[in-house]
């Protein structure tokens, strides 16, 4: 019986983009004048948690780069806005996701990017995930059973 | 939902969050206890988050955000559920952990914005 970890931080990441998405959304519709940047900031982590939601639930190479340059672009995003919004408070008037590393959500959005590098970086060891043209579990026990027969399907050509 | 009553329920779902992870954890399929304490959850926040609409727009309240958090205290525990299922369609514990945890969240949030 699996735990479904991976799931939970699948589930994380869903979480995250709802709560930031609809933050965003509703702030954006009735005050977005009075903090475009930080407002901007917010709908785009919410997109980046979304695509990060779907990328670590699929299967195939270019899911796995997805996610990763999600996770990855996530973790410079909150390291620097992070950074910036300590350094010249004034440039944010309302606070966005990424305010204070995340501080606003229990430092969530820092220790998120972190859990799904690590999880990509798991993960690119099964074949199936991280590199094109792995061949498939059946496929691996045919060839554990009857190695010749592998090669001699692999050779011929249409 | 509001005063002590949304402690209660955060309090709560801290509680059955936590006998998530312990199911997690032991690597077994959460108990029908645990999803039966769920089901009462969800029942309790759906009556809060109807008192709490029709409460909406009082003075000194933050009507959007508050409605915001009363959405999502009545969509995190589905979604859970949602997202723990495997292909198979066997649920998971460690999916409904992280979303009952976000629900205690969610439900203090929405204490503190009404």
């Known amino acids: 019986m699996s735990a479904g970890w991976s799931r939970a931080l699948t589930a994380a990441y869903a979480f995250m983009a709802l709560a930031a998405g609809a933050r965003a959304g509703v702030q954006i519709a009735t005050e977005f004048d009075a903090a475009p940047l930080a407002f901007t900031l917010s709908a785009t982590s919410s997109a980046i948690y979304l695509l990060a939601a779907f990328a670590l639930r699929r299967e195939g190479p270019r899911w796995w780069r997805l996610g990763t340059a999600a996770c990855s672009v996530e973790l410079v995003g909150v390291l620097a806005i992070g950074t910036w919004s300590l350094l010249d408070p004034d440039r944010f008037p309302a606070t966005t996701v990424w305010s204070g590393f995340g501080s606003g959500y229990g430092c969530l959005p820092l220790a998120l990017p972190a859990l799904g590098l690590l999880y990509q970086w798991r993960r690119r060891r099964d074949p199936h995930v991280a590199r094109p043209g792995a061949p498939l579990p059946h496929e691996e026990v045919r060839r554990a059973r009857d190695p010749a027969a592998t090669e001699r399907r692999g050779s011929v050509s249409c | ?114």
């Open chain 2, 1 to 114: 939902m509001t005063g002590r009553a949304a402690t209660t329920a955060a309090l709560y779902a801290g509680f059955l969050a936590l006998w998530a992870l312990g199911d997690a954890l032991r690597r077994r399929e959460p108990s029908r206890y645990l999803l039966l304490g769920g089901a009462v959850l969800e029942a309790a926040l759906l009556a809060g988050a109807a008192i709490g609409a029709g409460e909406l727009g009082a003075p000194g309240q933050d009507a959007p955000v508050h409605g915001g958090y009363l959405l999502a205290s009545i969509v995190l525990f589905p979604l859970g559920l949602l997202l723990g299922r495997d292909r198979d369609g066997r649920l998971a514990p460690a999916p409904l952990a992280v979303a009952l945890l976000a629900l205690a969240i969610v439900v203090l949030r929405a204490k503190a914005t009404a």
